[in-house]
Structure formats: structure tokens, C-alpha cells
């Protein structure tokens, strides 16, 4: 009954979506959306990066305890904003 989706169900959505958000606030919303699937797609690019670089750390380990990582989280193009840096969260668990 639900599982099936034709084009006069997916125009009837779209109009609605129109009718509610306003035809003003969709460019907006889309390109934020995009904005924000970037930022996702660079962090879990970082992240897959981060899980197979096997470095070792340079110096003694002290109490099994590193400092915080300082990371720069780039601006996306055509944001207004700068960079900032990010610290990052300490890895708790033993492995």
C-alpha cells in the first residue's frame, strides 16, 4: 500500500513541500543541505584516514594518556565563515 511511489505521489509531495516551506527558503535550505553533506563527506574522509595511517607516536607514552589533537576544520567554498580549530576528543577505551 505505502510501498509504491509514482510521479503523481511525488509531485503531490513536492507541491506541499512548496506550499509549506515557501519557494523563497528552498535554494537556501538546499544549499545548506549541501553545505552540510560536504562537511560530513570531508569528516569521514579525515576519519577513514585517520583509522589506516599507522604512525607511531614520537615520543614516550605518558601514563597511556596523549594530549588532544588540534585540527583545522576548513571553510566549505562560498562560505563566509573562517576556519576554526577543532580539538578533538580524547580515546578513552583500551585497545
Known amino acids: 500500500m505505502f510501498g ?5 505521489e511525488i509531485i503531490l509531495i513536492l ?3 512548496i506550499l509549506l516551506f515557501g519557494a523563497k527558503k528552498l535554494p537556501d ?3 545548506s543541505l549541501g553545505k552540510s ?3 560530513l563527506k570531508s569528516e569521514a574522509k579525515a576519519m577513514k ?5 599507522t604512525a607511531t607516536p ?3 607514552p605518558n601514563d597511556g594518556e596523549q594530549p588532544p589533537v588540534q585540527r583545522t576544520i576548513q571553510a566549505a567554498p562560498g562560505d563566509v565563515t573562517s576556519s576554526r580549530p577543532v580539538s578533538e576528543p580524547t580515546d ?3 585497545r
Open 92 to 94: 578513552t577505551t583500551k
Open 29 to 31: 535550505m538546499a544549499r
Open 15 to 17: 507541491v506541499v513541500v
Open 49 to 53: 584516514e585517520e583509522g589506516s595511517s
Open 58 to 60: 614520537a615520543g614516550p
Open 4 to 8: 509504491r511511489l509514482g510521479a503523481p
Open 37 to 39: 553533506a560536504r562537511i
